[in-house]
């Protein structure tokens, strides 16, 4: 079993590859022990619409039962609804089979022991069960229950909508997003522009993947052809959400948060709301200004909703559109529910989304660029990056390194997912900006290529 298919918040491989029959039967038994050693006998299981998930589904569940483990299948669902079924159901945790937004021959597992996600020591902790090959012995059942109708009413009953009509392309790139997306914001009123609602894990259109411009060109395209008020896009397992305002604009993770922050920091002041090391200087400014409490923390679902629990934040969000609700939801990341609050503010006003965004200061920044690294070196190149720089900068090292500049700053840190470093850059000008990473990324690229 290869080792690194154990990531910081997930298990992720390769299909046929690192993820086999026989390897997916071990994983299902390892983590079917660890739910009986932590006392979660009752454990809920969806799954994607990727080719490998139903078999690997059956595979969790014949052997969650071999553990002990009552399983409850909750079918074929976004993440999220995996999700709202830990926090409403009676069962002790969940596991949901997706690739999230991998490549179609990827997939993995999300994992919930009570209502918090795994990460780290965990995830560890599930590797060692694996390769000692100490496994509980059991005689659980498995009951099948539908949750999509509880889970949309759920949200429903949340959102209020204003006069204001609102027309919206909805892109879910033959992901599982439209599967909560489009009927709700139909029962919500809007007038919906649909694009690649139907699953189909060979992902034919696009990738799901709107952290990525490319991916984002049909929704652009579309509200501008429709003259809509907003895009909204979904990645592969619905729990990221990205958005493109009336002029074809994107709207990134962090303009977004700043846009659901002010909403909330008018109802709540002085809340604590996080945001990840990627995001934009001036998210962080804006919540001060809105007598908020600013947190910069580190990337990955798991690792903030442990860090919203710990602190009592409200909102926390991530340049990747992982966008997560404390503030009348759950607290876990939803990209349907997400959307719904925007269309929720918009609709209450008279403005569009650009000009509801006109007065943050301009900057001037990158997108996430991801730099192919192997997996034994990527950790290593972020450690080596933050310890030259802090001889002559400031070096935030919360998650990789923020690297301070005079005009601006720039992140190197290494994805917890892929076998790639992510980089990221902002300044107050292009010619700040394109100094800052001229400057990071040629240290980065000679790192590279040497041994370590």
């Known amino acids: 079993m290869n080792p690194n298919i154990f990531r910081e918040y997930d298990i992720r491989g390769i299909v046929g590859q690192d993820l086999t029959d026989k390897t997916v039967t071990i994983l299902a038994k390892a983590i079917g022990t660890f739910f009986v050693r932590n006392n979660a006998r009752r454990i809920a299981v969806g799954f994607d619409a990727r080719e490998s998930s139903p078999l690997f589904r059956d595979l969790l569940i014949e052997n969650f039962n071999a553990c002990g483990i009552d399983v409850v299948n909750i079918g074929k669902v976004p993440t999220p609804v995996l999700y709202f079924a830990v926090f409403t159901k009676s069962v002790d945790g969940g596991v949901m089979i997706t690739g999230s937004h991998n490549p179609s021959d990827h997939n993995g597992f999300k994992i919930c022991l009570g209502k918090s996600t795994l990460f780290g020591s965990q995830?560890?902790?599930?590797?060692?069960?694996?390769?000692?090959?100490?496994?509980?012995?059991?005689?659980?059942?498995?009951?099948?229950?539908?949750?999509?109708?509880?889970?949309?009413?759920?949200?429903l009953s949340k959102i209020n909508l204003g006069a204001r009509k609102l027309k919206v392309v909805v892109d879910s790139g033959n992901g599982m997003g439209g599967v909560t997306a489009v009927p709700i914001y139909q029962k919500l009123g809007c007038?919906?522009?649909?694009?690649?609602?139907?699953?189909?894990?060979?992902?034919?259109?696009?990738?799901?993947?709107?952290?990525?411009?490319?991916?984002?060109?049909?929704?652009?395209?579309?509200?501008?052809?429709?003259?809509?008020?907003?895009?909204?896009?979904f990645d592969g397992d619905g729990d990221r959400i990205?958005?493109?305002?009336?002029?074809?604009?994107?709207?990134?993770?962090?303009?977004?948060?700043?846009?659901?922050?002010?909403?909330?920091?008018?109802?709540?002041?002085?809340?604590?709301?996080?945001?990840?090391?990627?995001?934009?200087?001036?998210?962080?400014?804006?919540?001060?200004?809105?007598?908020?409490?600013?947190?910069?923390?580190?990337?990955?679902?798991?690792?903030?909703?442990?860090?919203?629990?710990?602190?009592?934040?409200?909102?926390?969000?991530?340049m990747s559109g992982h966008i997560f609700f404390a503030d009348k939801f759950y607290g876990f990341d939803d990209a349907t529910y997400a959307g719904a609050r925007v269309l929720e503010i918009l609709s209450n006003t008279d403005k569009t989304l650009s000009e509801l965004l006109a007065d943050l200061p301009e900057t001037f920044s990158t997108p996430e660029l991801r730099v192919d690294c192997a997996e034994e070196k990527k950790f290593a190149i972020v450690q080596q990056i933050a310890a030259e720089f802090s001889l002559?900068?400031?070096?935030?090292?919360?998650?990789?390194?923020?690297?301070l500049f005079e005009n601006g700053w720039g992140l190197v840190r290494a994805s917890n997912t892929q076998a790639i470093l992510v980089l990221r850059f902002e300044a107050d000008s292009e010619e700040n900006l394109r100094k800052i990473q001229e400057t990071v990324e040629a240290r980065v690229k000679k790192l590279i290529v040497q041994k370590y």
């Open 123 to 155: 995830i560890q902790e599930i590797r060692e069960i694996s390769f000692s090959g100490n496994f509980s012995k059991g005689a659980g059942k498995t009951e099948k229950i539908e949750v999509l109708e509880d889970y949309e009413q759920d949200i």
């Open 242 to 318: 990205g958005v493109v305002n009336e002029k074809g604009k994107i709207i990134w993770g962090d303009e977004l948060m700043v846009l659901l922050s002010r909403e909330i920091l008018k109802q709540k002041p002085n809340s604590t709301i996080i945001a990840e090391v990627k995001c934009s200087q001036n998210l962080f400014d804006d919540i001060a200004k809105n007598s908020g409490t600013a947190l910069m923390w580190k990337a990955g679902h798991s690792l903030i909703k442990a860090k919203m629990k710990e602190t009592g934040a409200v909102l926390a969000g991530e």
């Open 392 to 403: 002559t900068n400031e070096v935030i090292t919360i998650d990789g390194a923020r690297i």
């Open 191 to 233: 007038e919906l522009i649909e694009l690649f609602t139907e699953p189909d894990s060979n992902f034919p259109n696009h990738h799901p993947d709107p952290t990525v411009v490319d991916n984002l060109q049909d929704a652009i395209k579309a509200v501008k052809e429709y003259n809509a008020d907003l895009a909204i896009a």
